[in-house]
């Protein structure tokens, strides 16, 4: 057939005087072509898509300077810088208490400024962690038997969620941590339907690098250990299950033994990173003493501050549908039972969260109800991947309501973007996760750039002014370089110019120790900065002061 | 319909009016712009909030001053829904309701009963509304006490009973909803469409966020224009080119909304909303901007400071607002209609009759709730119970309907049924012969420390009014009040309303036909 004769066939219109209505045959061809090359290319058009939106946004926070607006971001490339420049490069500044991986991932690139001091170094895993679990979510919702149209419409609700958007295009860590969870779920659940080892290999895998991101990927293995366990228990017997056991343990758990192991070696305790001085534990002990830690042994208000963190971040009426698609997938007999409750890992960011509330392992603020601030209401973003893959499932399920539920998401989203409304945004710019120390650090970079001299720091409390001073960190002395910490803390006058600390608080390393040398009153004090106090060398002492990096390689 | 079910269908609709009719809020006579500022008019009478006295001044200024702009004396009467536009005072609220009662202003003023006859246009909106939830719930196929239960859940056991005594748009846009759907329901030809578009734009005249409330309406009426059709093996797309033709009744509606519009704003596409609005007035007639500025209104404006229409709704107000409209002690469906919980069960009995409609139905009430729970305040200000969800409380009536001729002999839904019926019916009536000016819980603790005593909050105050004696039906306070107390009066409504109920749903227990 000719290609003018084929257009006709495909709009063939016809008038029928009685009722007044013009017809237009569908061509039946086109239709299947159509559909045939969504099921081909769907996917592929879809990751490009995400690909595209996630530069997009990036280029929209970075240009909006949000992207670097979480203090714990500046401290995260602090970390990843350290290990490729400073006064004690190494591995070992990898520390405690944040697991490496991110850091890690960086070192390829944070050795160029640019790429350390616009958080591109951490935002690149970011991004590909956002495309990542886009496409994870797809190809999860595949493994459910969820059509095309579902599939779409999961991802779009994960790639148009506004928290996602921002998070992904900063240095934090929980779209890589996101990634990595999802896709060992995408594993659990391959291999709960295929019975192959080699995708129980690739769930362990990515089990075990989520596992050195953050501590909800550690839950994850414990959580799919005992799902895999009782699953080839019940259906092989004992022998089958240890052997499981076994077998996830050794991958999935080598992660956590490394952990244990660097622990043991870099700070002659495998528990440091649990009960160290600047662990969470150390952290929540504090703000127990506070008052603050409401959520502590008390399940109701547990579970009531991760359900606003959860609907803040991810838009209330979307959990309530992804509620109802997860209850349709736990009774939907078309899907195996074990397929049902092997989608229960899905909801395993949620168990996590509000257990470690429960034990006072977490703290997270929600302005106005239960704090004047917001403080790591980004965790309950976690569950966004499972809500969009559990609202794709219900789209898929409920044919009839779906004008209902796309028209509902739609709404949702257009009004979502015209306010604005993101919570980590937020939290980032007004709440306790950000802090604004462009006075301090803008008085370094302003008189120490182009001097010489060190400026002695503590990393733990003041990461962000080292971040944002601009100066290479070299120029600082802090708590990972080693003897050059040991000389300045103790005689100050010789290895610091300047001094960035807050005066009389004995959590600050810096002031404790400087205290004690009874040296401050060679310094003049600057001034006093939300954050720090800054304290320069007299003059009449600079003469002694030792300006070069002279101690040669550390062990 | 049978004889019989003529007669009952008529002596239930007459029962309905007489309800109304002695439910319904006022006073007796026709005050002028300065006499209706009087408290006995105002906070002790029936223009107890700002929503009623902002409409009614719209209605008097065209009737009395043949002007949309307001005198003086009526700008504070309106305040602080009254906005300043090219030096005039202007209503902040959409114009509809306020033309719509003209006809009866003006009828009454003749009789000294001018806010009575305004009031009562709304009553019989409501009463609109009652008949056509019941002819909904036949024409899907539910029994015929079953409609009448139905309604009358609706009109008197829901918030919609206080709202259909009071001057308020809620009960219009209702008839707006339930009108569409009936006419979408029973008519499959294209020219009653005209009837539907008529409607979705007249609602806009009512009330802004109608838009959003009737656009499944809209979009679905559409498809009777524009559809996929089956035909053998070959699929078509069929365009009722004629249909293009009813769009034709939107044109009247328009051109009068653009000319108030104009009048009012100097600008045909301003939102009324969207004006900046004029807290207070001082002695000379100015605005005082420091006070506008700040907008602390304790009683609550369904106008807001944002000044973009979509800056109404904020999806960061989800969570609160979702409590509020479903579950709080201020305003939640628990406390103040929790029969309509029952709804939901009625929506699975609609959907083996009638899956579009279910969808239809469904899709409203998703968008009723999630649109005013984004709402800035959800609370509607001083209001008695969600006002702003009556619109689902009709549909969700519907539902029930289905819900009763679907399980009318099943004993668990009876004993879930019968109580809460009986409940919510007790608690609207309390409701509707008081007051609505119930404070939000968030108001309460800065209300005790104006007026250093307890405040109330919930029904519990209108309870408190009526241990007063108080109540401000038109009716008990010209001829009751000597005879009975307000508590008195309230039992023997909500005795009556309860009783009629009972003994429909008794019959329709012992018939033996569910088309009954």
């Known amino acids: ?555 | 319909m049978t004889l019989v079910q003529r007669v009952i269908s008529l002596f239930i609709g007459l029962f309905v009016i007489a309800i109304f009719a002695v439910s319904l809020r006022g006073n007796w006579g026709a005050p002028n712009s300065i006499e209706i500022g009087a408290s006995n008019w105002t906070k002790d009478g029936p223009f107890e909030s700002s929503n009623e006295r902002g409409r009614f001044a719209l209605t008097y200024s065209v009737v009395e001053d043949n002007s949309v702009a307001f005198s003086l004396p009526l700008a504070r009467f309106s305040t602080p829904d009254v906005a300043q536009a090219n030096g005039k005072f202007v209503s902040l609220f959409a114009p509809g309701l306020s033309y719509l009662i003209i006809p009866a202003y003006m009828l009454g003023r003749e009789h000294e009963l001018s806010q009575v006859a305004s009031y009562a246009v709304i009553a019989l909106f409501a009463v609109f509304n009652f008949l056509l939830i019941r002819a909904l719930v036949k024409h899907f196929g539910g029994s015929f006490l079953a409609g009448n239960i139905a309604a009358l859940l609706f009109v008197f056991g829901s918030p919609g009973f206080a709202y259909g005594v009071s001057f308020y748009q809620h009960h219009v846009s209702t008839f707006a909803i339930l009108a569409s759907l009936y006419i979408l329901a029973r008519f499959k030809n294209v020219w009653t469409l005209g009837l539907v578009w008529f409607l979705c734009v007249a609602s806009l005249t009512v009330d802004y966020p109608n838009f959003f409330l009737m656009l499944p309406i809209g979009l679905y009426a559409l498809t009777r224009i524009v559809f996929v059709k089956q035909e053998k093996d070959d699929r078509y797309i069929n365009f009722k080119y004629l249909g293009l033709l009813t769009f034709v009744t939107m044109v009247p509606v328009i051109y009068f909304f653009m000319q108030f519009n104009s009048a009012s704003y100097g600008n045909p596409f301003q939102l009324s909303g969207t004006v900046q609005s004029a807290v207070v007035i001082t002695e000379e007639g100015k605005v005082d901007v420091s006070e506008g500025a700040k907008r602390n209104n304790a009683q609550g404006s369904e106008t807001k400071n944002d000044k973009t229409a979509i800056g109404f709704f904020d999806t960061r107000d989800l969570p609160n607002g979702l409590y509020t409209h479903i579950l709080s002690y201020d305003r939640g469906m628990i406390l103040y209609t929790p029969v309509m919980f029952l709804g939901i069960l009625g929506l699975v009995a609609l959907y083996k009759k009638n899956k579009t409609m279910t969808v239809l139905i469904s899709t409203i009430v998703c968008l009723n709730l999630l649109v005013y729970s984004m709402w800035g305040d959800p609370y509607g200000g001083w209001s008695f119970g969600s006002r702003y969800m009556v619109p689902a409380y009709a549909l969700l009536s519907v539902a029930i309907g289905m819900a009763i001729t679907e399980w009318r002999r099943s004993w668990w839904f009876l004993l879930l049924l019968i109580p809460l019926a009986w409940y919510s019916i007790t608690i609207n009536t309390i409701g509707a012969v008081t007051s609505n000016e119930n404070p939000p819980k968030s108001e309460v603790l800065a209300l005790e420390s104006l007026t250093n005593q307890r405040e109330r909050y919930t029904f519990t105050r209108n309870m408190e009014m009526l241990n007063q004696n108080r109540s401000k039906s038109f009716a008990y306070n010209t001829w009751f009040s000597n005879n009975v107390n307000a508590w008195q009066f309230v039992t023997i409504l909500a005795t009556s309303i309860n009783g009629v109920l009972t003994i429909s749903l008794l019959a329709l227990i012992l018939a033996k036909s569910k088309k009954v």
């Open chain 1, 1 to 555: 057939m000719t290609k003018s004769k084929t257009l006709k066939s495909a709009v063939k219109s016809s008038k029928s005087p009685r009722d007044f209505t013009l017809k237009f045959k569908i061509n039946p061809d086109w239709n299947k072509a159509l559909v045939l090359w969504f099921a081909r290319y769907g996917l592929y058009l879809m990751t490009m898509l995400l690909v595209i939106v996630s530069i997009g946004a990036f280029w929209y926070f970075h240009t909006t300077n949000l992207t670097l607006s979480y203090n714990d971001a500046r401290s995260h490339l602090n970390i990843g810088r350290r290990v490729v420049e400073g006064l004690k490069p190494g591995m070992a500044q990898l520390g405690s208490v944040w697991l490496p991986l991110p850091h890690l991932l960086m070192v390829p690139t944070i050795w160029n400024d640019y790429m350390w001091h616009t958080g591109l170094s951490g935002a690149i895993q970011s991004m590909a962690s956002f495309v990542a679990t886009g496409y994870l979510i797809w190809k999860i919702l595949s493994l459910l038997k969820v059509s095309q149209l579902g599939r779409w419409v999961g991802v779009i609700v994960f790639a148009t969620n506004l928290n996602i958007l921002f998070l992904q295009s900063t240095a934090m860590t929980e779209l890589l941590l996101i990634a990595t969870m999802n896709a060992g779920a995408y594993e659990l659940l391959k291999y709960n339907n295929n019975q192959q080892i080699l995708s129980l290999i690739k769930a362990s895998f990515w089990i075990m690098l989520s596992t050195l991101i953050r501590y909800d990927g550690w839950f994850l293995c414990f959580y799919a250990l005992i799902f895999l366990v009782g699953q080839a228990w019940y259906r092989k017997g004992w022998k089958a299950g240890e052997g499981i056991f076994f077998l996830f343990c050794t991958l999935a758990g080598f992660g956590i033994f490394l952990w244990f192991l660097w622990n043991l070696l870099i700070f002659g305790d495998p528990l440091y990173f649990a009960f160290g001085p600047y662990s969470a534990h150390a952290q929540q002990e504090q703000l127990d003493i506070a008052g603050v830690l409401i959520t502590k042994k008390d399940i109701v208000q547990s579970l009531m501050t991760y359900w606003y963190a959860m609907a803040y971040n991810s838009n209330t009426w979307m959990v309530l549908m992804a509620a109802v698609g997860a209850v349709i997938i736990a009774f939907d007999k078309t899907l195996k039972p074990s397929m049902r409750i092997a989608s229960s890992v899905l909801i395993a960011p949620l168990i996590f969260n509000i257990l470690a509330l429960y034990l006072g392992h977490s703290v997270l603020f929600i302005q106005g109800i239960n704090g004047n601030t917001w403080f790591n209401v980004r965790y309950g973003i976690m569950m966004m991947p499972s809500i969009a893959v559990f609202i794709g499932y219900l789209v898929d399920r409920a044919k009839n309501f779906r004008p209902t539920i796309i028209g509902l998401l739609l709404l949702l989203i257009f009004l979502t973007f015209s306010n604005f409304d993101a919570v980590t945004i937020d939290d980032g710019r007004v709440g306790s996760s950000q802090k604004n120390v462009s006075e301090v650090s803008g008085w370094l970079e302003r008189n120490a750039a182009n001097e010489e001299g060190f400026v002695l720091i503590s990393a733990a409390s003041h990461d962000a002014i080292i971040f944002s001073s601009n100066l290479p960190m070299k120029r600082f002395i802090h708590e990972g370089t080693g003897t050059y910490w040991e000389n300045a803390t103790s005689s100050p006058d010789r290895w610091a110019r300047w001094i960035v600390m807050r005066t009389n608080d004995n959590n600050d390393q810096t002031f404790k120790l400087v205290n004690q040398s009874q040296a401050l009153y060679k310094y003049d004090l600057v001034d006093s900065y939300p954050f720090a106090d800054i304290y320069q060398l007299k003059p009449e002492y600079l003469d002694q002061l030792n300006t070069e990096a002279n101690l040669g390689p550390q062990r």
